[in-house]
């Protein structure tokens, strides 16, 4: 049971199109491809609840834009990289998520030999 004040909940943003370098050599790296993130963060909404104002909520903006920083920061051999990345950053950034999942989704990735497929991982924290 929740203690006084606390109303666990989760937000969740899916699709975000983010722009990132990865692939196992330094010519795959070099190359800026898009990315398709999920993220979904366990935090404390109660404040925003009883308030009902923006800011008692967790700026959603503010983690797109800190999950497009992560991404793009510099180019990794791994999408696994990519996303660990990516969740250490929400947490360090936000003191209020208490959990993070990350999905990183690499459209039409070489070595599938076909045009509409995806490769994913996903990462809890």
């Known amino acids: ?12 943003i899916r699709g975000l199109r983010c722009r990132g370098r990865q692939g196992p050599t330094g010519a ?3 190359q800026a491809h898009d990315y398709l ?3 979904a963060l366990a935090v404390n909404v109660a404040d925003a609840v009883d308030r009902d104002e923006l ?8 983690v797109a834009s800190c999950v497009r920083e ?3 920061r510099r180019p990794r051999v791994l999408i696994e990289r990519m996303a660990a990345d990516v ?14 999942r990350v999905k990183v989704e690499k ?3 070489a070595g599938l030999d076909a045009a509409a497929e995806a490769v994913e991982i996903a990462i809890s924290r």
Do not use: C
């Open 1 to 12: 049971m929740p203690a006084t004040g606390e109303l666990p909940g989760s937000i969740i």
């Open 87 to 100: 969740a250490r950053a929400l947490l360090a950034r936000f003191e209020r998520v208490t959990e993070v």
């Open 107 to 109: 459209p039409e990735p």
């Open 55 to 62: 800011a008692s909520a967790l700026n959603i903006a503010d």
């Open 70 to 72: 992560e991404l793009s």
């Open 28 to 30: 795959d790296q070099q």
């Open 37 to 39: 993130v999920d993220v």
